[in-house]
T-cell receptor, first 114, second 115 residues
Framework: GNSVTQMEGPVTLSEEAFLTINCTYT??????LFWYVQYPGEGLQLLLK?????DKGSNKGFEATYRKETTSFHLEKGSVQVSDSAVYFC?????????????FGEGTQLTVNP | NAGVTQTPKFQVLKTGQSMTLQCAQD?????MYWYRQDPGMGLRLIYY?????TTDKGEVPNGYNVSRLNKREFSLRLESAAPSQTSVYFC????WGQGRRYGYTFGSGTRLTVV
C-alpha cells in the first residue's frame, strides 16, 4: 500500500533560518505529492503540490521538488518567519479517480522563534 | 465564505454515548471524506464518499458509520463512543472531474473527547 514518512519533529528554528522537512513515500504507481499546513486551531490548507517527476511546487517562499529516483518530496524555505509556525503534512494521492484519497505523513511541528 | 463547515467544534462524550458529527460543503464538490487526526499519526481516513449515493471504508472504519445525505452533506456517527475515539475529526471535500483536479478543501475540525 501507499505510505508517507516525514522527518521526526518537532523542529525549532530561529527567524530567518533555513528550513528543510524531509518526506519520502512509497507508492505502487505514479502519485501526486502535496504539502499541507495546519495553523493552530485550524484545518489543513494546501501549501503546494507536484503532479509528476521533477516538478517543483512552490508557494509563499516554500518549495518542494518531486524526486522519483529517491521517492522524496522535501519541503524547503530559505528564510523562515514566526508566522510559519505550524504543523506541516506531506501527502500523496495515487489515483486520479472520483474515489482517490490522500495518504498523509505523521506531520512535523515547526516552531519559529523571533 | 464558501468552504467546508463542521459542527460541533468541540464535544465531550461519556463512554457508550452516541453522537453524529455534521459536515456540509457549499462548493458543489463530488467527493467527501472523514479523517481523524491523532498525535504522531497524521490523518487517517475513516470513510469517504466518492459521489452522492456511495460510501466506502477507509483505513480505520471500525466504530463509525456515515451517511451521504445529499451532495452537500456527509455525516459521521459514533454509535457507542469509546475512549480510543478521542481525536480531532476533519471533514474534507474534493471536486473531481474533467479539468478539476486535486481541489481538496478541509473543514476546521471537531475536537472530540470520550471519557
Amino acid at each position: 500500500g501507499n505510505s508517507v514518512t516525514q522527518m521526526e519533529g518537532p523542529v525549532t528554528l530561529s527567524e530567518e533560518a533555513f528550513l528543510t522537512i524531509n518526506c519520502t513515500y512509497t507508492a505502487t504507481g505514479y502519485p501526486s505529492l502535496f504539502w499541507y499546513v495546519q495553523y493552530p486551531g485550524e484545518g489543513l490548507q494546501l501549501l503546494l503540490k507536484a503532479t509528476k517527476a521533477d516538478d517543483k511546487g512552490s508557494n509563499k517562499g516554500f518549495e518542494a521538488t518531486y524526486r522519483k529516483e529517491t521517492t522524496s518530496f522535501h519541503l524547503e524555505k530559505g528564510s523562515v518567519q514566526v508566522s510559519d509556525s505550524a504543523v506541516y503534512f506531506c501527502a500523496l494521492s495515487e489515483a486520479e479517480t472520483s474515489g482517490s484519497r490522500l495518504t498523509f505523513g505523521e506531520g512535523t511541528q515547526l516552531t519559529v522563534n523571533p | 465564505n464558501a468552504g467546508v463547515t463542521q459542527t460541533p467544534k468541540f464535544q465531550v462524550l461519556k463512554t457508550g454515548q452516541s453522537m453524529t458529527l455534521q459536515c456540509a460543503q457549499d462548493m458543489n464538490h463530488n467527493s467527501m471524506y472523514w479523517y481523524r487526526q491523532d498525535p504522531g499519526m497524521g490523518l487517517r481516513l475513516i470513510y469517504y464518499s466518492a459521489s452522492e449515493g456511495t460510501t466506502d471504508k477507509g483505513e480505520v472504519p471500525n466504530g463509525y458509520n456515515v451517511s451521504r445525505l445529499n451532495k452537500r452533506e456527509f455525516s459521521l456517527r459514533l454509535e457507542s463512543a469509546a475512549p480510543s475515539q478521542t481525536s480531532v475529526y476533519f471533514c474534507a471535500s474534493r471536486d473531481w472531474g474533467q479539468g478539476r483536479r486535486y481541489g481538496y478543501t478541509f473543514g476546521s475540525g471537531t475536537r472530540l473527547t470520550v471519557v
